[in-house]
């Protein structure tokens, strides 16, 4: 059977990074990067794999078809001729996303009743307002238009295991992303002297631990027609036995009690409970051992404090030292008060804003 094609879709600039975890997928063949992701193929396994693996995507996109619509009589013509019977089972509730780039056909509302009553001919159901459904994706570029499934059942960075948050946690994704960028070899001791929900802490134990972060995930494979309930078993149990334990200790602390008690319950629902040593400290009473610092300090404007930020930088520069460290932070005025010496290493949205990552230069 032909290998099948996947993009991996992910925030701006972790393409480079994301394009290193696909490569690690086994079995994964043509992986060209992209930009808003990376482009892979590969047997069913790979799916799974990639879904249970991929820390730094946001979603995987079954590729189902690729034609050129120029109008919507083309676009029904072209949407007749895909079998989604080989994709999806009957019956399946689905939802049509479309986005138009530079296409004469770019009425978007449009284009997803065509898909809807294109997939509706085809025997699947439409979901209503609020129902889970199956996401069919339309994305027309220069009149080429891509229809994909997306196979992760909503953003990958929703691990599940962050149901408490502080006033702002940083998504997944980004947080691992930090976490690599921070150049940690994942067998040294590592610390977030500012916590909040502990996502930093968290995202660096599955990191070290090998723990594939979509593990306690549920999918919507089941909806897939090609699903296969025995391999999707195996590569999950695989992803078990690959778990590894920490000779090293991974800390998290905040001056803010709550978030202690946030991140210890986030901590236990990702199974890494054991793994982390969270506490309640102000930076200037944190554990001092020497570790790779990564963090994610308030720069005012989201977290709403008015406080001296300046010095708040400046205990964390004394803090951190001559370890390497990744700051998220999107003002490096802010960060140069740490007196470190820093560089960017890259830029990416974050909650509909602009946030930079810096790393010891
Ligand atoms: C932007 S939030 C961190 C969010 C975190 N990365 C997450 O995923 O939830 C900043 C955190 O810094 C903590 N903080 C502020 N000043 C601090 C201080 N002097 N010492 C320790 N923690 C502090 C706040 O309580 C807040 O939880």
Redesign the pocket.
């Known amino acids: 059977m032909k290998p099948r094609s996947y993009f991996a879709a992910c925030a701006p600039a972790l393409e480079p990074l994301l394009e290193q975890e696909v490569l690690a997928l086994r079995g994964v063949t043509n992986v060209s990067r992209d930009v808003g992701g990376v482009a892979f193929s590969g047997h069913d396994n790979v799916l799974y794999e990639a879904n249970l693996a991929l820390g730094l995507a946001s979603h995987v996109f079954l590729r189902v078809a690729t034609f050129s619509a120029r109008a919507m009589n083309e676009l029904d013509k072209q949407l007749r001729a895909i079998p989604l019977s080989s994709f999806l089972t009957p019956g399946t509730r689905i939802r049509a996303r479309a986005r138009c780039r530079k296409s004469k056909l770019y009425h978007t509302g449009a284009v997803e009743q065509r898909v809807h009553e294109g997939a509706a001919r085809q025997g699947l159901t439409l979901a209503r307002e609020g129902e889970e459904a199956v996401e069919l994706r339309a994305r027309l570029v220069n009149d080429e238009c891509t229809l994909s499934i997306d196979t992760s059942g909503g953003p990958l960075h929703r691990r599940g295991y962050r149901l408490a948050?502080?006033?702002?946690?940083?998504r997944e994704d980004l947080?691992r992303a930090i976490v690599i960028a921070s150049g940690w070899d994942r067998e040294s001791p590592l610390r977030?002297?500012?916590?909040?929900?502990?996502?930093?802490a968290i995202e660096a134990a599955l990191l070290a631990t090998n723990t594939a972060p979509g593990l306690r995930r549920a999918f919507p494979f089941a909806r897939l027609a090609f699903f296969d309930a025995a391999r999707l078993e195996k590569v999950r149990a695989r992803a078990e036995e690959e778990v590894r334990s920490l000779s090293f200790p991974i800390f998290g602390?905040?001056?803010?009690e709550g978030?202690l008690a946030n991140a210890t319950g986030n901590a236990q629902r990702a199974g890494i409970a054991e793994r982390v040593s969270l506490s309640h400290?102000?930076?200037?009473a944190?554990p001092t051992e020497p570790a790779t610092i990564v963090?994610?300090?308030?720069y005012g404007e989201?977290?709403g404090?008015s406080g001296n930020l300046g010095g708040?930088y400046t205990?964390l520069g004394k803090h951190i030292g001559d370890s390497p460290f990744a700051i998220a932070c999107p003002d490096a005025k802010l960060v140069s008060r740490t007196r470190l010496p820093f560089k960017s290493a890259f830029m990416t949205d974050h909650g509909g804003k602009k946030i930079r990552v810096f790393v010891r230069k």
């Open positions: 948050s502080g006033k702002a946690p940083m947080a977030d002297p500012m916590m909040g929900a502990g996502t930093l602390s905040d001056r803010d978030a400290a102000a930076i200037s944190a963090t994610n300090p308030p989201r977290v404090e708040l205990a």
